[in-house]
């Protein structure tokens, strides 16, 4: 490991100390602030994260709300949208007010309310953040307008808020905010204000001129929050201003903090001391559940799991034309094909063993990188009966994948959390990947120690190269036709692992109490 890494763990894992304590608030009034939740708006993880915690947390007996903008998407949903009494205008600059209205609606199978910023020059629009042509040009100034706004509904609610949770650079500034202009915000400046990571690669990072749509004076532009070399940065200014970090692994909190993983940003975290905490998201097993997935052909459970993983691998051996057999192994990859997922690394290893013969078959779903999808077409043009490739996106498709794979490849070379693998362990399907972020915290490395002390949940890779992914695939495949009552117990160890949302949102609740603890002064902070 990195020795820098190393040197964290203590400061990161001190969080985890800290937020154990018994709580002292038996009702918490949470608000997540966010521009993605599922199922109003979606990109990515970070949806799904804050369509669901809200909700699991809701369900340990805390009042959680929602506010994100409204979206064309959101319109789209299908939830029943509700107006209010309640509107704002913004003064974005001198002689420029932007006008917006709250709409609200519950989100589905709960009492969470999603308080929607509705302001249709900026948030009616095809898609979230940018088109074809790349990012929308006037984002620092429609998420500044959603932070602003989103701080003005809440004043026009009186809510009584004990925790403000932003979520990535979009809501950002709201901690600077409330810190810069405490009389304004005069009844969320009591509010622990967290900041959660999803991804540090995307920074909302701004020409220094964006500045001017805080409404705040210049002198608040320095490097003690907003700016960062002479610009600003949304995700810096969320970390530097707000009471605690958190970001969706263990290991990723630790690696955000050095160079090769922090994005430029890795010295501003490491100031934060033991106020980083990395918590594994979880999935939502109403969604993903092979017992009760209405998507499959033949629903399984861990007590049935070879005859139901046969049947749903022989369903998409007659769909995509492979070749019909219960004994080739079956490679599942689902996701962007992009370098990051370590495409540079798949892409040889189904070369060499399509020019090889070897008996495997690769069920790919996914789009991004046009060189990734035409090379993918012509793997599967070459070798239709061992290699089938989807391009595009198919939520249905993607389950019966995870039910009928023998294993999944997702050889990220960073990966903050990641989901598929905790899917595919919900599923029974081996997950072979690099150990980095939420994948090593997540995934088990199947050595000879982790077998005999029943511990194991997938492969590592031990290099990571081809020749590494290859090696990885091999040992899997050793240990699948040739040691069959250790596999049949790696694949139940898997199947019956807790990745639930339950467990997550429970290391969340302690976090709050913590943060709020400190917010008034009824506790020390972790040293």
Not at 133 to 144: I, K, P, S, V
Not at 299 to 313: C, E, I, L, S, Y
Not at 452 to 462: I, P, V
Request: net charge negative; charged share 20%.
């Amino acid at each position: 490991m990195n020795p820098r890494l190393t040197a964290l763990t203590s400061a990161v894992s001190c969080c985890h100390r800290g937020a154990r304590l018994r709580l002292r608030y038996e009702v918490l009034n949470i608000v997540y602030v966010t521009s993605e939740a599922v199922p109003l708006a979606k990109t990515g993880g970070l949806a799904d994260v804050c369509g669901t915690l809200p909700r699991e947390v809701a369900a340990l007996g805390h009042r959680c709300a929602v506010i994100l903008p409204a979206f064309r998407s959101v319109h789209r949903s299908g939830l029943k949208i509700d107006t209010t009494d309640i509107s704002f205008a913004i003064p974005m600059s001198p002689g420029k007010l932007v006008g917006g209205r709250l709409l609200r609606c519950l989100l589905p199978e709960s009492n969470v309310v999603a308080w929607l910023i509705d302001q249709p020059q900026y948030f009616d629009r095809e898609s979230l953040y940018g088109d074809s042509l790349g990012d929308y040009r006037d984002n620092a100034e429609r998420f500044t307008f959603f932070c602003r706004a989103a701080l003005a509904a809440l004043m026009r609610i009186e809510m009584d808020v004990d925790v403000l949770h932003c979520n990535d650079w979009q809501s950002g500034l709201i901690p600077a905010l409330v810190q810069a202009s405490p009389t304004a915000y005069r009844s969320l400046s009591r509010a622990a204000t967290l900041m959660t990571i999803h991804n540090m690669a995307y920074q909302g990072n701004f020409h220094r001129d964006a500045f001017a749509w805080t409404g705040l004076d210049w002198k608040h532009f320095t490097h003690e929050s907003f700016e960062y070399y002479g610009q600003l940065n949304f995700l810096k200014t969320g970390i530097v201003c707000a009471d605690h970090v958190t970001t969706v692994s263990p290991r990723y909190a630790m690696e955000i903090c050095t160079p090769q993983h922090g994005c430029g940003l890795d010295g501003v975290l490491a100031s934060k001391g033991g106020r980083v905490t990395g918590i594994t998201n979880g999935i939502d097993e109403t969604v993903w559940n092979p017992a009760t997935d209405s998507t499959l052909p033949v629903r399984f459970d861990v007590d049935d799991w070879q005859t139901g993983k046969v049947a749903n691998k022989r369903s998409l051996q007659s769909e995509f034309g492979l070749e019909e057999s219960d004994d080739v192994p079956m490679i599942g990859l689902v996701g962007r094909l992009a370098e990051q997922k370590g495409w540079d690394l798949i892409l040889p290893v189904i070369r060499q063993h399509v020019r090889e013969g070897r008996p495997t078959q690769w069920m790919i779903l996914g789009s991004g990188d046009k060189q990734i999808e035409t090379e993918l077409a012509a793997l599967a043009a070459e070798a239709p009966q061992q290699v089938a490739a989807h391009i595009g996106f198919n939520d249905a498709l993607a389950h019966r994948i995870e039910a009928g794979a023998d294993l999944f490849v997702m050889p990220s070379h960073y990966e903050p959390c990641g989901l598929n693998q905790l899917y595919s362990l919900r599923y029974g399907t081996i997950p072979i990947v690099t150990a980095t972020g939420g994948l090593a915290d997540t995934v088990v490395d199947t050595t000879a120690e982790n077998l005999a002390n029943e511990t194991a949940t997938g492969f590592h890779l031990h290099e990571v190269s081809p020749r590494g992914l290859d090696e990885a695939v091999g040992r899997a495949l050793q240990l699948r036709y040739h040691d069959q009552k250790n596999w049949n117990n790696l694949v139940e160890r898997a199947m019956s692992a807790d990745w639930s949302w339950r467990k997550s949102a429970s290391q969340y609740v302690e976090l709050y109490d913590h943060a709020v603890s400190l917010k008034r002064g009824m506790a020390k902070t972790p040293k």
